[in-house]
C-alpha cells in the first residue's frame, strides 16, 4: 500500500497526565474529519537528526474517531531518548509538527464475537482507551472486554478514572488496574497487586472452569517487549493458538 504523504498539525492542548507522561491534542489545518480505526497509529518526523528514518517515531491515537480534526496521543518521557526530551522540552501548544498516518493493523475485527483481552503497560493503553470508547459511542455489539492495565504506581494510572466510569456504566466491559509497586489492601475484584499477567490468567481460568479447553477468545497486546512476549507464552501456554494474539510492540 502507498505510504500516506506527510501533514502538518498543530498542538493545540498538551496536558501533563503523570509525572512522566503527557497527553498531546493535534489539530490539522483542513476542517475535514480525521479518519482513522481505533488502534492505529501516526508517526511524527521530529527535527532531531540530519538522516530522515532517524527523525520518526510512532505513537497509538489515543483518542477515538469523533469526526473532528483532532486526536490525541499519550506519551512517555523517556530521558535516554532522542525524540520524547524533544517532544517535552521544545514543543509547545502552538507548535507544527509534521506527521504522516493513520497507519496500522493493530484494529479489531467487524465481529466482535469472541471475548476480548486487552492487555497493556503504561501508555500501552492508548490503543485501548481508542477502541473501548469507539465500541460504547457506536453501541457495537460485543462479548465481554477484559481491559487489563499495568503501571507501577497509583500515580501512573493512565485515564483511570475515566475507564473506570465506562466500565462501571457498561456490563461486558471490565476495567482491571495492576500495580507492581503499590500494596494493595484487602481483596479488590478491579485492583490489583502484581503484573498483568495474573489477572488476564485468572480470567481465563475462572471462565475456563472444568471445561478442558479455554474459552474463544482473541487477545491484544500492546507495550514494550518484555511484557509483550511473557504475556505471548503465557497465553499459548493457556491453550490458546498464535493466531489469537496481535501486539503492538513499543520497543
Ligand atoms: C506502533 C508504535 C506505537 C507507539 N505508540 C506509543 C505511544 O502511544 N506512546 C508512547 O509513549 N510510545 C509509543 N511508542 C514508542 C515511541 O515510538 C518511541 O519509541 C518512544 O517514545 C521513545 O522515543 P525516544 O525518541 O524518546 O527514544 P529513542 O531515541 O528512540 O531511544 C529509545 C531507547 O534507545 C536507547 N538509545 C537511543 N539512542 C542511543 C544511543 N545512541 N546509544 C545507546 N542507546 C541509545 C535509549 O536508551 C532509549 O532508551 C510506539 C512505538 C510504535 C512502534
Given at each position: 500500500m502507498a505510504l500516506l504523504p506527510w501533514r502538518k498539525a498543530k498542538i493545540v492542548q498538551i496536558t501533563q497526565l503523570t509525572h512522566n507522561t503527557r497527553s498531546y491534542i493535534f489539530q490539522f489545518p483542513e476542517p475535514g474529519p480525521f479518519d482513522f480505526k481505533p488502534g492505529q497509529f501516526v508517526t511524527i518526523d521530529l527535527p532531531i537528526d540530519e538522516k530522515p528514518n532517524k527523525r520518526w517515531?510512532?505513537?497509538?491515537?489515543?483518542?477515538?474517531?469523533?469526526?473532528?480534526?483532532?486526536?490525541?496521543?499519550c506519551i512517555?518521557?523517556?530521558?535516554?531518548?532522542?525524540?520524547?526530551?524533544?517532544?517535552?522540552?521544545?514543543?509547545?501548544?502552538?507548535?507544527?509538527?509534521?506527521?504522516?498516518?493513520?497507519?496500522?493493523?493493530f484494529t479489531?475485527?467487524?465481529?466482535l464475537e469472541k471475548d476480548i483481552y486487552l492487555i497493556c503497560t503504561g501508555t500501552g493503553i492508548a490503543p485501548f482507551r481508542s477502541m473501548v470508547q469507539h465500541i460504547v459511542n457506536h453501541s457495537i455489539p460485543h462479548k465481554n472486554?477484559?481491559?487489563v492495565f499495568g503501571c507501577r504506581k497509583f500515580?501512573?494510572?493512565?485515564?483511570?478514572?475515566?475507564?473506570?466510569?465506562?466500565?462501571?456504566?457498561?456490563?461486558?466491559?471490565?476495567?482491571?488496574?495492576?500495580?507492581s509497586r503499590e500494596e494493595v489492601e484487602g481483596r479488590q475484584e478491579f485492583i490489583h497487586q502484581g503484573y498483568v499477567h495474573q489477572v488476564y490468567e485468572s480470567i481465563v481460568q475462572s471462565k475456563k472452569g472444568n471445561y478442558p479447553q479455554p474459552l474463544p477468545a482473541?487477545?491484544?497486546l500492546c507495550g514494550w517487549k518484555q511484557m509483550v512476549d511473557e504475556a505471548k507464552q503465557r497465553i499459548m501456554a493457556l491453550g490458546y493458538d498464535r493466531k489469537s494474539i496481535h501486539q503492538e510492540l513499543y520497543g
Open positions: 517515531r510512532s505513537y497509538s491515537i489515543a483518542s477515538w474517531p469523533n469526526g473532528s480534526n483532532r486526536f490525541e496521543l512517555v518521557l523517556n530521558h535516554e531518548g532522542k525524540g520524547t526530551p524533544y517532544l517535552f522540552d521544545e514543543v509547545q501548544e502552538g507548535s507544527e509538527l509534521t506527521l504522516r498516518g493513520p497507519v496500522g493493523v479489531l475485527p467487524e465481529n472486554i477484559y481491559l500515580n501512573d494510572a493512565l485515564y483511570a478514572e475515566e475507564l473506570k466510569a465506562l466500565a462501571a456504566q457498561h456490563p461486558g466491559i471490565e476495567f482491571h488496574s495492576v500495580f482473541t487477545f491484544y
